[in-house]
Nanobody, 120 residues
Framework: QVQLVESGGGLVPTGGSLTLSCVAS????????MGWYRQAPGKQRELVAH???????NYGDSMPGRFTISRDNAKNTIWLQANDLQPEDTATYYC??????????????WGQGTQVTVSS
C-alpha cells in the first residue's frame, strides 16, 4: 500500500522559510513522479511543482520562484523549500505521487497534507 507522509508545516511570519518533507513507502520510489500541490481555503488545489525520477523539475504556472523541489531516491523523500513566504502562500500542502501501471497508465496517490500558515 502506497503511503505518503508529509511534515514540516507550521506558522511562520511573512518573509520566513519552511522546508516541507514527504516520505513515500510501499512504492518503488525510483520510478515515480512526485510532486507538491497546495490548496488554500475556498480555492482549487493547484500544482506547486513536480519532480521526475531523474530529477527534472516543473513548477506550476502561478508558482513564484521562491519554491524549490528536490528528491533523494535513496531516502524515498522529496522536499519543498519555500523561502520569503507571503500570506498568499497560506494553504494546505499535499504530497503527490504518480505510480506507473501497465498499459501506459498511472495511479495517483495523495498524502494527508501539512498546513502552512503565513502571518502578516
Amino acid at each position: 500500500q502506497v503511503q505518503l507522509v508529509e511534515s514540516g508545516g507550521g506558522l511562520v511570519p511573512t518573509g520566513g522559510s519552511l522546508t516541507l518533507s514527504c516520505v513515500a513507502s510501499g512504492v518503488d520510489f525510483r520510478v515515480v513522479l512526485m510532486g507538491w500541490y497546495r490548496q488554500a481555503p475556498g480555492k482549487q488545489r493547484e500544482l506547486v511543482a513536480h519532480i521526475t525520477n531523474s530529477g527534472s523539475t516543473n513548477y506550476g504556472d502561478s508558482m513564484p520562484g521562491r519554491f524549490t523541489i528536490s528528491r533523494d531516491n535513496a531516502k524515498n523523500t522529496i522536499w519543498l523549500q519555500a523561502n520569503d513566504l507571503q500570506p498568499e502562500d497560506t494553504a494546505t500542502y499535499y504530497c503527490n505521487c504518480h505510480v506507473p501501471e501497465p498499459f501506459m497508465r498511472t495511479r495517483e496517490y495523495w498524502g494527508q497534507g501539512t498546513q502552512v500558515t503565513v502571518s502578516s
